[in-house]
């Protein structure tokens, strides 16, 4: 997507080899007519994928997500990181290492919101290694649901959280697949 | 506004006295609807008041958030809640009491996503005693922003949040006031 891939080498911020700041128009900061843009590729390409909720995690996805849910016509849920919220019947819950923060999280979605008919468009700003993708689809596959597909805003093609979703048969758009950020530089991988 | 209070009537649930789970439609499932209709109540109520940046707390005021902002043709900004993912340069910080979860946290916006210049619409989910509001306020005084108007979507009028903020001479907005949770029935404010 063209417009994301100038902005990111317009207002992203390579921070070190392995981590890019979209803080100031995608995750801090947030720019509604990017995200209302992105939100609207995702939804045309996963149009006729039967898309009955779109799943996000808290916090980053959220504006995405719901943007494209808006443009779907189908609800959203975004699984929240903490049990503490969630103690007020049942739920799904899944140990989450988070590679940019260093840390482990547990995220949680309630049986509420998450049916075993439904058929799910993940959405997420960034998959690195895919740790947080990893736990939405086994969160997914065991309420009985089935990931129909994922959106992602930035795809750090040098780590294998995108191949690991498409290796399991999950289509997959990416719009801006970063190659390397090598030297300061972004490298957006080729189409 | 009517739409949102027959919602919570419909499928809010009442926990204790204090507490009013909207996880169906709210804050962790969303019904995108819902939630563009209160961006558009928002937007208007505050049309003429110059806003020049929307300014949530992640996470469960990002969706209202978003939609206010997209409503209005301005930028968001969300406080993070963690400062560990802020150490990319300079950013506001208040310490801020959770009433819902118990627990405490710091709440921090980039320099880089809030100007004096700065006119600011905080939107929220829920104002209670309006602890997270205030540390909102706090930091946007400090920046040297001002605060033209607060909107929320759900107001727990027996509680002070929302007084505080009109004291401040900040024009509040709140879509459903709710004047007492006890023996599990919603009894909402005159208007």
Do not use: C, W
Not at 12 to 28: A, C, E, I, P, W
Not at 46 to 73: K, N, P
Not at 146 to 165: D, H, N, P, R, Y
């Amino acid at each position: 997507m063209e417009l994301l891939k100038r902005r990111i080498i317009e207002d992203g911020r390579v921070l070190s080899d392995q981590v890019l700041s979209v803080n100031t128009f995608l995750n801090h900061g947030v720019d509604p007519v990017l995200i209302a843009a992105m939100g609207r590729e995702f939804a045309e390409r996963f149009r006729d994928a039967g898309v009955t909720r779109v799943l996000t995690i808290e916090s980053s996805g959220i504006a995405i997500a719901f943007a494209t849910a808006a443009e779907l016509g189908v609800p959203l849920v975004y699984a929240r990181r903490r049990k503490a919220l969630m103690n007020e019947g049942e739920y799904y819950s899944e140990r989450v290492p988070s590679f940019t923060k260093g840390i482990v999280t547990d995220i949680v979605i309630s049986k509420e919101v998450l049916k075993a008919n439904d058929r799910i468009l993940f959405i997420d700003d960034f998959i690195a290694n895919g740790d947080a993708a990893r736990g939405a689809l086994r969160i997914v596959e065991r309420s009985g649901a089935t990931m129909v597909g994922a959106g992602i805003a930035i795809e750090k093609a040098f780590q294998s959280g995108g191949s690991f979703l498409r290796e399991q048969g999950i289509p997959v758009l990416s719009l801006a697949r970063i190659a390397s950020l090598e030297g300061g530089q972004v490298r957006f991988a080729e189409e």
